[in-house]
């Protein structure tokens, strides 16, 4: 067998055992979402915005999510570039300015070191609204580094739920010559998003909740019961 999947394999069957409680607890705020028709917000800067992003418009999963996809989190305006504005202070205000947010609502925060600014001043504020705040995170590196938020504060000490991604320092799982690769926070990070979205289904439906799911475009039988997602959400979605 490839020996990344070997080690991917290894640390999903970790995060299960390690994290069942906090997976439940998260599932059941999403279902809440659902049963109360609020929504589920997603943010993740750098490579984390993908792991946001897997639960936006997606097909086969639930339609109530808002990915903040503002140009500041955003890597297409460069690598470098991003890197460095996840680091400053004062940007999320900005972008919180930009979204519709409800204290009802739901905000999953992801970020594997859990050290930069904005994912931080996000998760302080949206627990000042009065939001649940979910984060992923890897907690051997967050607690291994200092903050790079003026507060000295992580994400994980923030949040209302943490789910410890298990992904060690640095992100690689595989070593040679003293150089760390093959990066495994976004499948794990996408594997967490898609446990918390279908146990929410589950436990919406065991309860007679109407749960609205995306279904595939290019499968033409269900392709109207999207745009009827799109028409009840496109006022608190930005991006629909």
Do not use: C
């Not at 917000?41 to 639960?55: F, P, R, Y």
């Not at 600014?117 to 705040?133: F, S, Y």
């Not at 907690?139 to 000490?157: M, R, V």
């Amino acid at each position: 067998m490839f020996e990344y999947v070997e080690k991917i394999n290894s640390l999903v069957s970790r995060l299960v055992s390690t994290q069942e409680e906090a997976l439940i607890q998260a599932s059941k705020l999403v279902a809440d979402t659902i049963k109360n028709d609020r929504i589920v917000h997603t943010i993740g800067t750098g490579h984390s915005q993908m792991v946001a992003m897997e639960m936006f418009g997606r097909a086969s999963n639930i339609a109530n999510v808002n990915t903040i996809m503002d140009d500041l989190v955003l890597l297409a305006g460069g690598a470098r570039k991003s890197a460095e504005i996840e680091q400053v202070s004062g940007l999320a205000e900005i972008i919180w300015k930009n979204y519709l947010f409800d204290e009802s609502d739901v905000i999953i925060i992801i970020s594997n070191s859990g050290r930069n600014a904005i994912p931080i001043e996000m998760a302080i504020k949206a627990k000042k609204e009065g939001l649940k705040v979910i984060a992923i995170t890897s907690l051997e590196q967050s607690k291994k580094y200092a903050s790079k938020h003026e507060s000295g504060k992580k994400l994980y000490e923030i949040a209302d739920i943490v789910i410890d991604n298990q992904v060690p320092p640095g992100d690689g799982i595989l070593n040679a010559k003293g150089k760390l690769y093959g990066p495994a926070s976004s499948v794990l990070g996408i594997i967490i998003v898609n446990i918390l979205s279908t146990e929410a289904i589950k436990l919406s439906m065991a309860k007679g909740v109407e749960v609205p799911i995306f279904q595939s475009q290019n499968i033409d039988e269900t392709g109207a019961n999207n745009n009827s997602l799109y028409d009840r959400l496109e006022s608190r979605i930005k991006h629909f």
